[in-house]
C-alpha cells in the first residue's frame, strides 16, 4: 500500500521530515500547509509537493490524506490534534515536545483515550541505527543487566531533553516509573512556545529497579566547544557486565576481553535514514494495530509526565510517586518559584 501524506506546518524543521521521503517507498507527499502563503510555496517548490493549502480544512477535505506531519509549535497541539483526530486522519506525526505544560498535557491524554487516529511523536533519534543496534545489544544480555542510564543535551528540556528521555524509556525496557526526584532553576521561554527550565536534573527510578539520571540545559556535558548547542545529545547505558555510550558524532562500547571500543560517526547521515525510519514505524502500525510504533502518544505523554514530575519536585522539593495528577497550573507555579516573570 502506498499511503498519501501532507504536511501541516511549512517551517525550517519541517524539511527533515519532507527530505526523509526520499528514503520511503511506502509513501507518497500529497499536500503541504501552512498559513504562510510565501513560505508554503518555497516549501512545496523544494520538495515537489504541487498541491499547496492555507486552510487545514480545505486540504483535509480534498487530499484525505492517510498520515499528516504535524510540525507546528507545541502552543498548538491540542488545537490540531484534535482536528486532526475528529477529521478522522489515520495517522499523524507530531513534532516534539509534545506539551508544554499540565493543562495540555491532560488534554491530550484524553485525547490519546478517546481516538482512534495513531499519534506518533517524532522523536527520530530512537531509530537511529547504533540506537537500534545497542538495544540489540541489550535485549541479547551482551552487557547483563542495565543497572543505570546516565543522558543529558545541552539545549533545555523541552529543547532536546525531551529527545534523551525518549531514549531513557528505551533503554529501560519501556519499564513504569516509581519515583521521581529533579531540581532545577531558571527559566527561559524560547520563541514564547518551549518553555522549560534553564538547567534542570531529575533522578528516575523505575520500577524495574533502573534508575536513571537526566540532565537538561546549562552545565550538562559538552563533546565539542566548536558543535552548536543543539550538537550535545547523549546516553550511556550500564549494565552488570559493560556499558553502551552513544553521543551524536561518536560511540563506544566494552568489549568481552575488557576493552573499550570507540567509533566516530555522522550524525548527518543517520539522522535522515532514521527519520525515515519513525515515518516507516507509523506504516507498520497502521497495517498491523500490535504493531506499535515506539514512540506513540501514550508513551510520549508518559514521559511528559516525568518532566512535569520533574517540576512539582523542585517546587515542593520532595520526591514524586508517580502515576500522579499535576495541577494545571503547574508551569506558573514553577515560574514562580524560580523568580521568573
Not at 209 to 220: H, K, T, W, Y
Not at 333 to 341: E, H, L, N, S, T
Request: proline share 5%; net charge negative; glycine share 8%.
Amino acid at each position: 500500500m502506498t499511503y498519501k501524506c501532507a504536511f501541516l506546518g511549512c517551517g525550517p524543521r519541517s524539511n527533515g521530515h519532507a527530505d526523509a521521503y526520499k528514503n520511503i517507498n511506502r509513501g507518497t507527499m500529497v499536500a503541504c500547509c501552512d498559513v504562510n502563503k510565501e513560505r508554503l510555496n518555497v516549501y512545496g517548490e523544494s520538495h515537489g509537493i504541487a498541491n499547496r493549502y492555507t486552510e487545514l480544512d480545505e486540504m483535509l477535505e480534498k487530499e484525505k490524506p492517510d498520515v499528516v506531519h504535524l510540525v507546528t509549535p507545541p502552543t498548538l497541539r491540542v488545537e490540531l490534534m484534535t482536528k486532526l483526530s475528529d477529521a478522522g486522519v489515520p495517522g499523524v506525526i507530531v513534532e516534539k515536545p509534545i506539551c508544554i505544560g499540565a493543562d495540555d498535557y491532560k488534554a491530550l491524554r484524553k485525547l490519546e483515550q478517546n481516538t482512534s487516529t495513531k499519534f506518533v511523536v517524532n522523536h527520530q533519534l530512537r531509530h537511529h541505527l547504533l540506537i537500534l543496534e545497542f538495544l540489540k545489544d541489550i535485549s541479547e544480555g551482551k552487557i547483563g543487566q542495565v543497572r543505570f542510564l546516565d543522558a543529558s543535551a545541552v539545549l533545555p528540556m523541552s529543547g532536546q531533553g525531551v529527545h534523551v528521555l525518549d531514549l531513557i524509556f528505551a533503554f529501560s525496557g519501556y519499564a513504569q516509573v516509581e519515583t521521581v526526584f529533579g531540581a532545577s532553576s531558571g527559566y527561559d521561554d524560547i520563541n514564547g512556545t518551549h518553555p522549560s527550565p534553564r538547567t534542570a536534573e531529575t533522578l528516575i527510578t523505575f520500577k524495574n529497579g533502573i534508575r536513571a539520571a537526566l540532565q537538561a540545559g546549562e552545565g550538562a556535558p559538552v563533546f565539542d566547544k566548536s558543535a552548536p548547542n543543539w550538537a550535545h545529545k547523549r546516553i550511556a547505558v550500564y549494565g552488570t557486565h559493560g556499558f553502551r555510550h552513544w553521543w551524536m558524532y561518536g560511540c563506544e562500547r566494552s568489549l568481552p576481553d575488557g576493552t573499550i571500543e570507540k567509533l566516530v560517526k555522522d550524525y548527518a547521515t543517520e539522522d535522515m535514514p532514521a527519520q525515515a525510519g519513525l515515518v516507516n514505524s507509523l506504516f507498520d502500525w497502521l497495517e498491523d494495530d500490535n504493531n506499535i510504533s515506539p514512540t506513540n502518544l501514550k508513551t510520549s505523554l508518559d514521559e511528559w509526565l516525568v518532566i512535569l514530575a520533574g517540576y512539582m519536585s523542585t517546587v515542593e522539593a520532595r520526591p514524586i510517586d508517580l502515576p500522579f495528577d499535576p495541577p494545571d497550573d503547574l508551569l506558573n507555579r514553577f515560574k514562580a518559584f524560580v523568580g521568573a516573570k
